[in-house]
Each structure stands twice: as C-alpha cells, then as structure tokens.
Nanobody
Framework: QVQLVESGGGLVQAGGSLRLSCAASGRTFSFYGMGWFRQAPGKEREFVAATTSSGIKTYYADSVKGRFTMSRDNAKNTVYLQMKSLKPEYTAVYYC?????????????????WGQGTQVTVSS
C-alpha cells in the first residue's frame, strides 16, 4: 500500500516557477514507479511525467519537455516536479501517482495509487 500527498501548488504568474512535492508512505516506496498527471478544466486527465523506481529513467510529455523536471529522493520517500517558464495553459490540478509496474518508453499502465491533487494556477 502506498499513500500519496501532494504539496506546493498555488498561484503563479506566467513565466514563473513552482516545485511540487509528493510525499509517499510505505516501506516499498523505493520499488515503485512514480508519475505526475494533470487535469485542466473541461479536459481529461493527461500524463505529464514519470520516473522509474531508481530515478535513472524519466519520461515526459512532449508539451512539457524542457520546462518540467521530475526527480525522486528515495531516502525521503518523496518525488518532485520542478516547473519553470509556466504558461496559463498549464493551469490544472496536478496529481501524483504510483505503481509497482515501471514506466517504459512505450508507456505506463494506469497507476494503482493516486494523491488528492494540488491546484496550480498560472495567471497571464
């Protein structure tokens, strides 16, 4: 079992930066693949980034490559999403997710565990 709690969301002006954190419980955290998803108003939830249990391999949606950086610290049971050069269209609820299966180049299954989400609002 893994429980996830996101933090770090808020209001930021376009061009600014935010760092989201996701704290996980459970002694098996280091074996789980972790990811970030987002859902904007009126849109479906979409993949943002994911990383393997070791943090060596990280995958990003094309829309955020070069702007977002995902990392993990297994010693702290925490993953991060560093967001820079933010645009208003990035406004969404951002969710942290975990799964025992590892993300791969070809994709990742719908994760088993999800956080409650944190709101990110980017103003013009």
């Amino acid at each position: 079992q893994v429980q996830l709690v996101e933090s770090g969301g808020g209001l930021v002006q376009a061009g600014g930066s935010l760092r989201l954190s996701c704290a996980a419980s459970g002694r098996t955290f280091s074996f789980y693949g972790m990811g970030w998803f987002r859902q904007a108003p009126g849109k479906e939830r979409e993949f943002v980034a994911a990383t393997t249990s070791s943090g060596i391999k990280t995958y990003y949606a094309d829309s955020v490559k070069g702007r977002f950086t995902m990392s993990r610290d297994n010693a702290k049971n925490t993953v991060y999403l560093q967001m820079k050069s933010l645009k208003p269209e990035y406004t969404a609820v951002y969710y942290c997710a975990a799964d025992s299966e590892q993300p791969r180049t070809k994709g990742w299954r719908v994760p088993d565990y999800w956080g409650q989400g944190t709101q990110v609002t980017v103003s013009s």
